[in-house]
């Protein structure tokens, strides 16, 4: 089932960030339950979708010059051990350049009003600057309120490609 499945990719999710926390945290996962795990992300990995405005800065970027990728999977290695691949937005695998659209379900609001990112998207995040990818968040709020997409999106790749 869908909650199943949930539950299985946060699985995943711990089991690959466990590589890189202090300590001796290493989770022995029994091999049917590792078998199960790998299955819910290799389906999640194998199901993502293009968005219309993921779309739309595909072509900004591509007219700014920028080669890339729309839904690149790329392997996750952290700490030496395969776990699966991961789908990247918009990415360069060359220059380990990744743009990642982040629509209203990335978020979550905190009692102050605010938004920030919720668990899943922070953990991308992490996961790839944990192996090397330079990573840039497209707000899709900040996204709809830019009178000038093209100069935006070229500011933010030219702060990806100098950092």
């Not at 690959?16 to 992300?41: D, K, N, Q, S």
């Not at 392997?75 to 743009?99: E, M, T, Y």
Request: charged share 25%; with cysteine.
């Amino acid at each position: 089932t869908h909650k199943d499945t949930k539950n299985l990719l946060q699985l995943h999710q711990a089991a690959m960030i466990a590589p890189l926390l202090e300590g001796e945290l290493r989770p022995e996962v029994p091999a049917p339950l590792g078998e199960a795990i790998e299955w819910a992300a290799k389906a999640a990995a194998d199901s993502h979708s293009v968005s219309s405005a993921q779309d739309d800065l595909s072509k900004i970027c591509r007219e700014l010059g920028w080669d890339h990728v729309l839904e690149l999977k790329t392997p996750v290695v952290l700490a030496g051990r395969a776990h699966g691949n991961i789908s990247i937005d918009l990415g360069c695998a060359q220059k380990k350049i990744a743009l990642e659209f982040n629509g209203p379900s990335h978020y979550i609001l905190s009692d102050d009003g605010s938004r920030r990112e919720n668990g899943p998207t922070a953990f991308r995040g992490r996961v790839l600057k944990a192996m090397g990818w330079k990573v840039e968040s497209i707000d899709w709020k900040e996204w709809e309120d830019q009178p000038d997409r093209m100069e935006w999106v070229a500011s933010k790749l030219t702060q990806l490609q100098q950092s």
